[in-house]
């Protein structure tokens, strides 16, 4: 789990674009995928004409997925929503 957990919260690559991103670079997981971004993809994630409802479905579902799996550890379901540095 930890590797896991760590691959999410300190990528080093935005997943989208493929800008790398320093410890310091502050990023957001995909409510699409779960795969960690830089803040200029979020940006241009939340403009998709999909993404209320996706957004929506998407914590409901994580928030009971990992809080039933897993504690929610180190609060994955909000680092959706909420940036973050490694």
């Known amino acids: 789990m930890?590797?896991?957990k760590e691959s999410l919260t300190c990528a080093l690559v935005c997943s989208r674009c493929k800008k790398?991103?320093?410890t310091d670079d502050v990023r957001i997981?995909?409510?699409y995928d779960h795969e960690?971004?830089?803040m200029a993809c979020k940006a241009e994630e939340e403009k998709s004409?999909?993404?209320d409802e996706v957004s929506k479905n998407?914590?409901?579902?994580c928030i009971?997925?990992?809080e039933r799996l897993y504690s929610d550890p180190g609060g994955y379901c909000y680092h959706h929503f909420y940036p973050f540095k490694c």
Request: include cysteine; glycine fraction near 4%.
């Open 49 to 51: 004409p999909d993404y």
């Open 20 to 22: 790398d991103l320093a």
């Open 64 to 66: 009971d997925d990992t």
């Open 2 to 4: 930890d590797d896991w």
């Open 29 to 31: 997981l995909s409510v």
């Open 58 to 61: 998407m914590i409901g579902a």
């Open 36 to 38: 960690p971004i830089c």
